[in-house]
């Protein structure tokens, strides 16, 4: 009886200081007016992006934090996913319409395709010309909790997460979006 009391109490203290740890204030944002301001670095809206490195098809890297100074659509989506393939072309559109400001990074879910060359496949079918990231080993994908395909979060040009659509959008949705984050 007593062990499992200790047990008890002690697993109560471990899950509160997760919930402390998660929810405790852990970055600055230093804004492009010079403001400075203290911004929770999280994946809820509100929070500053968490900065993330992957490697394009290319093999070259793309760094998040490469963009700030610009709206960034950061699209999670994967070549077996049929909203996915709805999504794409929507996306490309607002890529050939808006390309001037915004940035779009198709970050490929790799971990959950079959073969590379399906991915390569996707984005000739689907012409798509903005950048294709890779996550190979799902790292980012477990950081931004993607459980959905498609999952696009909206950021900033201070790298803040505005919207975040759990599903497809199509591009009258992106254009708002776009627009309210002027």
Not at 52 to 72: A, I, Q, W
Not at 109 to 135: H, K, Q, R, W
């Amino acid at each position: 009886m007593k062990k499992s009391l200790i047990g008890i109490i002690a697993l109560l203290l471990l899950a509160g200081y997760g919930v402390y740890d998660y929810t405790k204030p852990n970055d600055t944002l230093q804004t492009d007016n010079g403001i400075k301001g203290q911004v929770s670095v999280g994946i809820d809206q509100g929070e500053a992006a968490p900065n993330f490195e992957l490697v394009d098809t290319y093999g070259e890297p793309v760094n998040l934090s490469d963009f700030r100074g610009k709206k960034v659509l950061i699209n999670f989506w994967a070549t077996w996913c049929p909203p996915c393939r709805a999504e794409m072309p929507h996306m490309q559109n607002i890529y050939e319409d808006y390309k001037d400001e915004v940035v779009i990074l198709g970050v490929n879910l790799t971990t959950t395709e079959a073969s590379m060359e399906d991915v390569g496949t996707f984005i000739e079918n689907y012409g798509l010309t903005f950048p294709i990231i890779l996550d190979e080993q799902g790292e980012v994908m477990q950081t931004f909790r993607v459980v959905a395909y498609p999952t696009t979060y909206a950021v900033d040009r201070d790298g803040v997460i505005r919207e975040i659509f759990r599903g497809a959008i199509d591009y009258g949705i992106m254009e708002q979006t776009l627009e309210r984050m002027d």
